[in-house]
């Protein structure tokens, strides 16, 4: 279980559209679609793009992941 899942779970009501990555559309072409992630570094959370600074930890160490 991921800590966004559990403290999710733990703290009910808060908004957890951040928890959701973000999916590419795709073309048509049979490309596969691509997922981007943006997480804390520090803590792990999950968080929407454009975040500068971790809600749950308050770290600025935000990554990209792109999945595909």
Do not use: Q
């Not at 999710?8 to 590419?24: F, I, Q, V």
């Not at 997922?35 to 959370?45: D, K, L």
């Not at 999950?46 to 990209?64: L, M, Y």
């Amino acid at each position: 279980m991921s800590l966004s899942t559990l403290l999710s779970e733990l703290l009910p009501g808060r908004n957890t559209a951040a928890d959701t990555p973000e999916s590419a559309s795709e073309d048509g072409d049979g490309v596969p679609t691509v997922t981007v992630v943006y997480e804390c570094r520090n803590c792990g959370t999950n968080v929407s793009a454009g975040t500068n600074r971790c809600p749950a930890c308050e770290s600025e160490d935000i990554v990209t992941y792109s999945i595909e």
